[in-house]
């Protein structure tokens, strides 16, 4: 989830691979969005990813940019 749905952890659910592996790929113009996976009921900042901010309630979400 992140600022490119509205944070809704309803859209853009992730599938798991034969591989075992969660995945959903989301087509997104260029920009820079904020994400969080949401697991089990929990917020989780990209363990993969190093590119962080703090948000509004003091926790980290990560960011990626997306080249035009």
Do not use: C
């Amino acid at each position: 989830m992140g600022d490119f749905n509205a944070w809704d952890p309803k859209k853009h659910l992730m599938k798991e691979t034969s591989e075992g592996l969660w995945e959903k790929i989301v087509l997104l113009p260029p920009g820079t969005y904020e994400y969080k996976f949401y697991i089990d009921g929990q917020w989780v900042a990209d363990p993969a990813n190093a590119d962080q901010r703090i948000n509004d309630y003091g926790t980290r979400n990560s960011v990626i940019v997306v080249e035009g």
